[in-house]
C-alpha cells in the first residue's frame, strides 16, 4: 500500500514556472515507479512524465517535453515535477501516482497505475 499527498500547486503567470513535489509513505519508495498525470476540467485524466525507481529512466508526454523534468529523491520519499514556461493548456490537477508492478517501458496509461492521491491544482494566468 502506497499513500501519496500532492503540493506545489498554485497560480502562475503564463511563461511562469511552478515546482510541484510527490510524498510517498508506505510500502519502500525506493522500488517503484511514479508518474505525473494531469486532469483539466472536463478532460480526460492524461499522462505527463514518469520516472523510473532509480531515476535511471524518465518518459515525458510530447506536449510537455523541454518544459518540465520529473525527478525523485528517494532518501526524502518524494517526487518533483519542475515546470517552466507554463502556457494556458497547463492548468489542471496533477496527480503523482504509483503503479502495483514494476515494468518496462515505464507506464504511460492511467489504468496502468494503482495508488493515486487527491492532487494539486495548478492554475496559469494570461
Known amino acids: 500500500q502506497v499513500a501519496l499527498v500532492e503540493s506545489g500547486g498554485g497560480l502562475v503567470q503564463a511563461g511562469g514556472s511552478l515546482r510541484l513535489s510527490c510524498a510517498a509513505s508506505g510500502r519502500a519508495f525506493s522500488t517503484y515507479h511514479v508518474g505525473w498525470f494531469r486532469q483539466a476540467p472536463e478532460e480526460e485524466r492524461e499522462f505527463v512524465a514518469a520516472?523510473?525507481?532509480?531515476?535511471?529512466?524518465?518518459v515525458y508526454a510530447d506536449s510537455v517535453k523541454g518544459r518540465f523534468t520529473i525527478s525523485r529523491d528517494n532518501g526524502k520519499r518524494s517526487v518533483y515535477l519542475q515546470m517552466i514556461s507554463l502556457q494556458p493548456a497547463d492548468p489542471a490537477v496533477y496527480y503523482c501516482?504509483?503503479?502495483?508492478?514494476?515494468?518496462?517501458?515505464?507506464?504511460?496509461?492511467?489504468?496502468?497505475?494503482?495508488?493515486w492521491g487527491q492532487g494539486t491544482q495548478v492554475i496559469v494566468s494570461s
Open positions: 501516482p504509483v503503479p502495483e508492478r514494476r515494468s518496462f517501458p515505464l507506464p504511460s496509461k492511467k489504468a496502468q497505475y494503482d495508488y
Open positions: 520516472i523510473s525507481p532509480s531515476a535511471g529512466s524518465t
